[in-house]
């Protein structure tokens, strides 16, 4: 069956209120094929019993597979790594103080499959001796539970750790068939989790983070969501901590909750 125009907006309505991102007319066409294969694999022949099983019954699987159908999770290895090197050269030594190895915790939000977490992992691991000197907890979640099942098995195609340079991507990855996987020590070390950031119910569990990274989300949300997002975050940073962002993300930040840490970097200190 092929969803009409007005079908496509209620289902944009539902997905903006649940998940934050805006859904135009001519992103809605792009998966409007992705959601019909959604509807196919429950065996709906008709929106509108479809549009309830999501919409009132809360049917938790099947408005899961509609989510994972309509985000976009293109991320790769290394992407916009100079805020990687701020991190591992500048702001990570900071937090090595006397002779106490302080806990840094740090939340990748979206993480996608996972590449942000792992580069973020591989600068540090690459940083000198910095490891030594402090401990890291990592945890990566995105809503799309996809996206997450791949962030755990640490398989990636070429074209994904292709801007790595060559003697990271040797030291850390061994080749199957096509295909790069993670060492299995950094698999291991990092956490991820499914998480809509607008469900308070698992953010609030989370506990507090000294570094936040949230690349690439919030230019798909309205002016509202974007505030709401910055509002989650603030909650979820410690005093004094750091939020990193994307480019094209900073728009509707509260200037008075995060300032610029340094011009063009688009990385903020918390207040
Ligand atoms: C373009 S990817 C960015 C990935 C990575 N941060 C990067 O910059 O390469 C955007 C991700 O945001 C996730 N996302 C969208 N809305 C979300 C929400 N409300 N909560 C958590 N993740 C969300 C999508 O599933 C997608 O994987």
Request: positive net charge; charged residues 25%.
């Amino acid at each position: 069956m092929q969803l009409s125009d007005s079908e496509l907006e209620r289902l944009a309505i539902f997905l903006q209120k649940r998940v934050g991102i805006v859904l135009e007319k001519q992103k809605l066409l792009r998966f409007s094929r992705k959601i019909e294969d959604v509807m196919k694999k429950y065996k709906f022949d008709d929106f509108s019993s479809f549009y309830h099983a999501v919409r009132f019954h809360h049917n938790e699987e099947i408005t899961q597979d509609l989510i994972n159908a309509v985000t976009v999770n293109e991320t790769y290895f290394w992407r916009e790594h100079e805020q990687f090197e701020i991190l591992s050269q500048e702001i990570l030594p900071l937090y090595v103080k006397n002779n106490t190895i302080p806990t840094v915790r740090i939340l990748v939000s979206p993480c996608s499959s996972g590449e942000e977490v792992y580069s973020i992992m591989l600068a540090i691991l690459e940083s000198g001796n910095l490891i030594e000197k402090i401990n890291i907890e990592i945890v990566g979640i995105d809503i799309d539970s996809n996206m997450i099942q791949k962030a755990k098995e640490g398989l990636y195609s070429k074209r994904s750790v292709e801007k790595l340079p060559a003697h990271i991507c040797k030291k850390y990855f061994t080749k199957v068939g096509t295909l790069y996987k993670i060492d299995d020590s950094l698999r291991e070390a990092a956490t991820f989790l499914q998480a809509n950031i607008f469900d308070a119910s698992i953010i609030n569990k989370l506990g507090s983070f000294d570094i936040l990274f949230s690349r690439n989300m919030l230019i798909y949300f309205n002016l509202m969501d974007k505030r709401r997002a910055f509002d989650t975050f603030y909650k979820l940073l410690k005093p004094k901590s750091y939020l990193f962002l994307g480019h094209a993300d900073a728009s509707q930040i509260d200037k008075t909750k995060f300032n610029p840490l340094k011009i063009h970097s688009h990385i903020y200190k918390r207040i």
